[in-house]
Nanobody, 117 residues
Framework: QVQLVESGGGLVQAGGSLRLSCVAS????????LSWYRQAPGKQREWVAS???????TYSNSVKGRFTISRDDAKNTVYLQMNSLKPEDTAIYYC???????????WGQGTQLTVSS
C-alpha cells in the first residue's frame, strides 16, 4: 500500500516563491513516475509536471520556466519549487505516483496554494 503526503502549501503574494514536498511510503518500486497536478476552484484537475526515476522531466506550458520538479529517492520525496507565482497558480496541488510496471496510481490528499495579487 502506497501513501503520499503533501506539504508546503500556503498563502503567498504574487511574484513570490514556495516549495511543495510530497513524501511517499509503502511499496514503492524502482520504476515509477512522480507527478504534480493541480485543481483550481471550479476547474478540472490539470497536470503540472512529472519526473521519472531516470530523471526525465516534463512541464506543462503554464509553469515551464517558473516551476522546478525534483526528487530525492533516498527520502522517497518529490518536490515542486514554484517561483514567480501568479494568482492563477492558486489551486490545490496533488502529487501522484505511477508504478510504471503495474500501471497503479496513488494520489496524495493535496495541499492548498493561494497566491494573492
Amino acid at each position: 500500500q502506497v501513501q503520499l503526503v503533501e506539504s508546503g502549501g500556503g498563502l503567498v503574494q504574487a511574484g513570490g516563491s514556495l516549495r511543495l514536498s510530497c513524501v511517499a511510503s509503502g511499496s514503492i518500486f524502482s520504476n515509477n513516475l512522480l507527478s504534480w497536478y493541480r485543481q483550481a476552484p471550479g476547474k478540472q484537475r490539470e497536470w503540472v509536471a512529472s519526473i521519472s526515476r531516470a530523471g526525465t522531466i516534463t512541464y506543462s506550458n503554464s509553469v515551464k520556466g517558473r516551476f522546478t520538479i525534483s526528487r530525492d529517492d533516498a527520502k522517497n520525496t518529490v518536490y515542486l519549487q514554484m517561483n514567480s507565482l501568479k494568482p492563477e497558480d492558486t489551486a490545490i496541488y496533488y502529487c501522484k505516483l505511477l508504478l510504471t510496471q503495474s500501471g497503479r496510481e496513488t494520489w496524495g490528499q493535496g495541499t492548498q496554494l493561494t497566491v494573492s495579487s
